[in-house]
């Protein structure tokens, strides 16, 4: 079964604080290869932990 | 040495409002400004021979921030969380899919954007904003995060999640879009 939008959501946030398991990695990448609107959210996320880096600095 | 004491004087203002953005609470980031300043004065000797006081004086601020979040951190729970709703249908689709933002990192060449960014980070509530900023600009792990705020690596997960859809949202809606 395919995860809805906004379990992959999730599972990219949590991607970024901790290591996803095989499945969990899995299914991502296969939503990843068929959404544009999670995969814009994904290099959302990742331009956000960079902008934040960079605040104030 | 006066020169030094004006020196770091100087920079009261940046530290505070370095402070304010993470602390979200004017006195508290007062106070923590006020003690890095008085351990700065206290430990001149430590500066000596370090290039930027900015850099310096930031580092003892993080260790004063964080040591204020710990003593805060039983406050308060966190706000309830419509936001998922907003976002998403009851089948877990997006409401509004998102669309790539046109070239982000030319936002990064722009104080106008980061301005942007702290107003974001104001709209958070405080222990999300706290859970985020320990993660994302203080640069700590998960499990240390949980730590510090007191709560389990689940409900961590779910407040830098939170964190990063409303200021995504925010972005979206303030700067790159719309």
Known sequence: MMPTCKEVSRLVSQGLDRRLGFIERLRLRVHLAICDGCTNFKKQMEFLRKAVKQLGG | MSDFRTRVEGERPYLLRYASLQLRDR????????????????????????????????????????????????????????????????????????????????????KEFFAKLEECLARLPARTAQAFMLREHLGFETDEICKELGVTATHCWVLLYRARMALRLCLEQNWFGR
């Not at chain 2, 204020?68 to 706000?79: C, D, F, G, V, Y």
């Open chain 2, 27 to 110: 006195h508290t980031a007062e106070d923590v400004v006020q003690e890095t300043l008085l351990a700065a004065l206290a430990g001149e000797a430590a500066f000596a021979g370090r290039s930027n006081l900015r850099t310096w004086l930031t580092g003892i601020l993080k260790h004063k921030i964080v040591d204020a979040i710990r003593r805060a951190s039983r406050e308060a729970p966190s706000a309830g969380g419509d936001l998922m709703e907003e976002l998403f249908d009851e089948s877990g689709h997006w409401r509004d899919m998102p669309s790539a933002w046109a070239d982000p990192d030319a936002a990064l060449e722009q």
